[in-house]
Structure formats: structure tokens, C-alpha cells
């Protein structure tokens, strides 16, 4: 915004013979002495790049990849998933998790939580604000809402605030959501004690339907029902309805301070980076989770797993409490030029954990010792070596060991990095305990052992040419999931029953490529991602997943930045998995279906005016020619063609 400093206007007569020396003066004293405010004047950063030394950046003021509004649909990151925006989903592709330690489980609707690690503090000279909003006169309305300011040069505070309603396209697909954040950073006047806090605050509302009873939906083409006419297997209302619902609560608290000789970048002006020659720094967070399943009725329609006492009422509750305390001290020697530079990191974690269900009330902790060295040849080449191991606690002997290498060949050959890493990792709590109104197991009954993986990977990327390539192997011992109870009678009695099992040696090659094209104002890009493993039944994961992304790209009128194009994507057949609903897992069944697979086309539109960015989207455009419809997880249609409009505005003032 435009901030305007009127001075005093002095208009001074001297005499009738020095008007014209007047109206001179008059004109250079009514000059606006004025300062425009611009994103430049707007910096952020975040814990992970806080824990290296003091550096923001510029906030992304761009209309690039704004039509990627649903977390269920990213290009780069797609997933299976029930259909409606923000019902469970799961990786399409595989992705490992390399966390150790206690871990819940439940990761259905993990996509759509605010988490402490991920909240950005700002550093503005004006007060930013932004306003995001999807859907307006749709079915799905999304409220996204951000407020921060500088209450004075060392302190800025924070808010923002999320809002969604969906009401989906099948009976009982609605999605609600509010969710938030309240945060703070300060930075001494002397750029050495640092001190960053948040709280975030989570209430995540999914209906569960059961799916349609109808399994032939798309055979028929003649059939032009609405998707909200067919019946669906759980079809209470109001407050019958089934749900599952997540709530997350926690607050975050890191002080930082540095100790030696701080070295600084770019001076003081607003991309100043201040790198410290010592730090300790202490992590203090509380985090508290519950998981909640709910239905009342009766299941006529076989949505749930057989049940000898016909339960009509059911309310499962896991709860989660952690309380989480992490000490660091990092070291580093770098010279003048700030080009070499060698680090030493050793920290100490302690986890307290208070877990309960309707059976389980226990308490668990961990602790954890954690050191990583590194060492950077200029800019050319960047080693670096971590390791984190479980030393006592439920969690003994959880590790995670990794190293690799940054190598910057140069501007025209690009730069390359070569890693590995080894993990030895418990089974989740869901895996390990259950007490669950449907379904029930023992970790003594169980005696899963832990899920060892070793990787070698190796990534190479040049700016000049638009490529990006990654090939990674993986050795994975106990791979954990879960399937349906052997059923060789296909009894109704055991249908939908799961248990945990584990793939003794799984090997797995993935290998992603992105090339981006571009011939004047067109752009074409491409990613590719092929898998193949010795066990991609266990895994249920294609083997070849392609995105291509065809745009045009131009300025209109020189005001509005506009791009305009379409994407298809497609995937190859692979053994899609059930969903369980009251325990929120996705699983392989016993019927090991492959359902046909189709390229999916999106229309879409994206643009810039000033602070405003814009989109419009039509996704799964080819229904109108072929296919009538698809599936990506077993029994449950995905949406039809649905038109989307968004909008974000920027504020700095």
C-alpha cells in the first residue's frame, strides 16, 4: 500500500513583484515525499532454516502452480484417495518415512493439518496480510486467512486461520475443517539470541459413507444419475452421521542463542543472513491428538467388518499426548570468505508420551542422541554425515543413519547429489496396539519385528535445460502394512477383517524425471516416475505414473500475468487397496483387483494483477468424451467434472 507524508505546505508572500518566485516554491514544497511498500519489504523463515543461522526469504507473490489448491491432487506428490476433498488419502507413489520413534499411525488425512514445523515468521516493515478463498457459489467453499506485523524491529506476531466446507458429490461425502496458527518470532538487538513460538490448533471432520452400493456405476453409460441420487452403504444424518475426526493441539518453543564471532551476509538490509560460529539451542513443543471414529446405525450394507454384537453405536477414541524436549549445540569454522566451511552438531532429545484408547492407558518415552558433521569445498561440493539413534526408551534401538554429497559442476552442467542413507524403525502404534470396537490385536501377539531400510540414491538437476533426475534404490526387511484376514472360503464373516503383516525382503528401483520445455510463450512440462519392485502387489502402487503440463504464458495488456494450459496425468494399472473406515488404514484385500486406468485432463487458468492472484480450473474434462469414470481406491468413485474458482490477495500496509 501506498503510505503518503504530506509536509506543510508554505506559501509565503513577500510581495505583489515575487509571485511568480511563490507559485516556484509552492510547486517544490507540494512534491509527495511518499514510500511504496513492496513484497521486497515482506521476508519469512522457517525452523529448518533457523536451525542453520539466521536467513529469510522473499514471500512468493507469483500465480506458478496456484491451481494446485487440493493437497489430494499435487503433480508432484499425487495420491489414491476417497474422492472428496479432504477425505482420507494415501501416497500414490512410494514414499518412505524416515521418522523414528513413536509414531501414531493415522495418517489418512495427515495432508490437511497445520503443523509446528511447517509455520512460516515473518519479518515485514508494514503489516502483511493475505486473504485466500476457493469455491464461492460451489459446493465447496476453502477460507484461508493471514495477518502479520512487526510490533516493533525485534518482535513480529502472527495469525492465520483455515476454514473449509465441502459437501463432496456422493451422500455423506461432507469435509469440514478448522484449523490455525498463532505465532511470534524475536531477534535481540544484538542478532544473537533468537526465540521462535507457535501455537496451532486442528479440528479435522470427515463423513464416511461406507461407498456406494452400487460397484457398476460406469458400465452403464446411459445411466445420467447424480452422484448424489445413489444410495451409500452408512447414510445417517444430522448428528447419526458417521464420521472421523482428528484433533490436534500443540505449542512449539525454540530459543536460540549465538556465541562466538557471527559472521553476516548482505549487510543489514532485509536479505541480511547472520551465520553463527556457535549455538546451542533448546526445543520445547506438547502436542495432544485424538482420533475419533463415530456411527449410529445399524450396517446393513457390509460397510464395516462383521461383528457379532451388531453394534449400532460406536465411538473409538485414541489419544495422544506428547511432550517433547531437544537440546543442540552446533560448531562451525569457516573462513573469510565464508566459502569453506566445516560444522559439528550434537544434540539430546527426550520424548514423553501418554497414550490411551478404550482399553490402553500406558506411558512411553524415548531418548534420543543425535550428531551430524559436515564439511563445504566452496561452493562446489558439500558433504554431510547424521545420525540419530534411540539410546533408551520404548523405541530402543530405533536409528537413522545418512549421508550425502552436494556437488555444483558448474552453471552449464548443473549440480548433482549423491546420498544414502540406513534406518532401522518400530512398527507404528496403530500396527503394534488396537482396541477397536471392529478390530482388536497385541503387540506380544503380534512380535513384529523392527522395519529395516537401506537406500542409495542419486539426483542430478541443470537449471539450463530444465532437467531434473532421480534415481533411488531401496532394501526394505519387514515392510509393515496391513491386508485382509486370509479368507480362502470367502466367508462373509471374515470379509474386511485386517491384520498387520510384514514383507520379509522387498527390493525396489524408483527412478523420477522431470524435463521442462519451452519454445517462446509455450511451455511443456513433463515429470515421469517409474517403479518397479519384486513386490508392487504388497506395495499397491503403479508401476509408471506420468504428469504433462501444456501452457501458454504471456502478460495482457501489461497489467495481468496470465497462464493458461491443461494437464494430464496417468498411471498404469496397479492392485488398488481397500479403506478401512472405523480404523482409518488403507489395506490389501483378498480380491486383488486392478482397475482400468485412464489419462485424466484438467483446463485451467491462472493469473496475476498487482497483489491479486487468480485461478480457474475444469478437472477431469474428459468425461464428457471418455471414460465415465474412475476409481483409485476400491469400491469408492472419484469426482466427476467439477469447475473451481480461487482467489488470494496480498496486503502491505
Not at 336 to 349: H, I, P, S, T
Not at 573 to 587: A, E, K, L, M, V
Not at 607 to 619: A, E, P, Q, T
Amino acid at each position: 500500500m501506498l503510505f503518503s507524508l504530506l509536509p506543510k505546505l508554505y506559501a509565503q508572500t513577500e510581495d505583489e513583484f515575487s509571485s511568480a518566485l511563490d507559485s516556484a516554491r509552492n510547486a517544490e514544497d507540494n512534491k509527495k515525499d511518499s514510500v511504496i511498500f513492496t513484497a521486497k519489504y515482506v521476508r519469512y523463515t522457517n525452523l529448518a532454516t533457523m536451525k542453520r543461522g539466521t536467513k529469510t526469504f522473499q514471500i512468493d507473490t507469483s500465480h506458478v502452480n496456484f491451481q494446485y489448491y487440493n493437497k489430494q491432487n499435487l503433480p508432484w506428490d499425487p495420491t489414491i484417495n476417497l474422492g472428496s476433498y479432504g477425505l482420507a488419502a494415501r501416497d500414490l507413489l512410494f514414499n518412505p518415512n524416515k521418522t523414528i520413534g513413536f509414531q501414531s499411525g493415522y495418517h489418512a488425512m495427515e495432508r490437511y493439518l497445520v503443523n509446528p514445523d511447517s509455520i512460516h515468521y515473518y519479518r515485514a516493515r508494514a503489516r502483511y496480510s493475505e486473504l485466500y478463498a476457493v469455491g464461492f457459489f460451489f459446493d465447496d467453499q476453502m477460507f484461508r486467512a493471514k495477518l502479520a506485523q512487526n510490533i516493533n524491529p525485534h518482535l513480529n506476531i502472527g495469525a492465520e486461520y483455515h476454514a473449509t466446507n465441502t459437501d463432496g458429490y456422493y451422500n455423506n461425502q461432507q469435509y469440514s475443517d478448522r484449523k490455525g496458527a498463532v505465532f511470534a518470532w524475536y531477534e535481540s538487538p544484538s542478532k544473537r539470541y533468537n526465540l521462535l513460538s507457535n501455537f496451532t490448533f486442528n479440528t479435522l471432520d470427515a463423513t464416511e459413507n461406507g461407498s456406494v452400493r452400487n460397484d457398476t456405476l460406469f458400465r452403464d453409460t446411459s445411466d445420467n444419475t447424480s452422484p448424489s441420487r445413489y444410495p451409500v452403504r452408512l447414510d445417517g444424518i444430522q448428528k447419526n452421521r458417521p464420521y472421523n475426526k482428528w484433533k490436534d493441539l500443540g505449542f512449539f518453543l525454540r530459543q536460540s542463542y549465538y556465541l562466538g564471532r557471527i559472521d553476516t551476509v548482505s549487510g543489514s538490509g532485509p536479505d541480511a543472513e547472520i551465520h553463527p560460529t556457535n549455538v546451542v539451542a533448546h526445543n520445547s513443543s506438547i502436542r495432544q491428538q485424538k482420533f475419533i471414529f463415530y456411527k449410529n446405525q445399524s450396517d446393513l450394507y457390509n460397510a464395516l467388518p462383521y461383528n457379532d454384537r451388531n453394534l449400532i453405536e460406536v465411538d473409538d477414541t485414541t489419544k495422544i499426548t506428547t511432550i517433547s524436549n531437544d537440546f543442540t549445540y552446533s560448531f562451525y569454522l569457516r573462513g573469510k570468505n565464508l566459502k569453506n566451511e566445516a560444522k559439528v552438531e550434537l544434540g539430546f532429545q527426550n520424548d514423553l508420551i501418554w497414550y490411551a484408547d478404550s482399553m490402553l492407558n500406558r506411558f512411553y518415552q524415548n531418548s534420543m542422541v543425535k550428531g551430524a558433521i559436515g564439511y563445504k569445498f566452496s561452493d562446489r561440493v558439500d558433504l554431510n554425515f547424521s545420525a540419530n539413534q534411540i539410546v533408551i526408551g520404548r523405541n530402543f534401538g530405533d536409528f537413522l543413519y545418512e549421508a550425502y554429497a552436494d556437488v555444483h559442476l558448474s552453471d552449464v552442467l548443473g549440480k548433482l547429489r549423491i546420498g544414502a542413507y540406513s534406518q532401522n524403525k518400530s512398527p507404528e502404534m496403530i500396527f503394534e496396539n488396537a482396541n477397536l470396537s471392529y478390530h482388536s490385536w497385541k503387540e506380544e501377539d503380534l512380535n513384529l519385528d523392527k522395519i529395516k531400510t537401506q537406500n542409495l540414491s542419486f539426483q542430478y538437476a541443470n537449471d539450463k535445460i530444465g532437467f531434473t533426475g532421480k534415481l533411488e534404490y531401496f532394501l526394505i526387511n519387514n515392510y509393515t502394512y496391513f491386508k485382509e484376514i486370509d479368507n480362502p472360503d470367502n466367508s462373509t464373516l471374515l470379509r474386511r477383517h485386517i491384520m498387520p503383516a510384514q514383507e520379509s525382503n522387498l527390493n525396489l528401483l524408483k527412478l523420477t524425471i522431470g524435463q521442462n520445455f519451452k519454445f517462446r510463450r509455450w511451455h511443456l512440462d513433463n515429470r515421469v516416475v517409474y517403479q518397479k519392485s519384486d513386490a508392487m502387489a504388497v506395495l499397491a502402487t503403479p508401476e509408471l505414473y506420468t504428469w504433462h503440463s501444456l501452457y501458454y504464458a504471456n502478460i495482457l495488456y501489461n497489467v495481468m500475468d496470465f497462464r493458461i494450459g491443461m494437464d494430464v496425468k496417468f498411471n498404469t494399472p496397479f492392485r488398488t487397496p481397500s479403506y478401512s473406515i472405523n480404523s482409518g488404514q488403507f489395506y490389501n484385500d483378498n480380491v486383488g483387483i486392478e482397475f482400468s486406468t485412464y489419462p485424466i485432463v484438467d483446463f485451467w487458468m491462472t493469473g496475476n494483477i498487482d497483489r491479486v492472484n487468480l485461478f480457474v480450473s475444469y478437472s477431469f474434462a474428459n468425461q464428457h468424451v471418455y471414460p465415465n469414470g474412475y476409481y483409485t481406491v476400491r469400491r469408492y468413485p472419484m469426482n466427476p467434472a467439477f469447475l473451481r474458482f480461487g482467489v488470494s490477495w496480498k496486503f502491505y500496509d
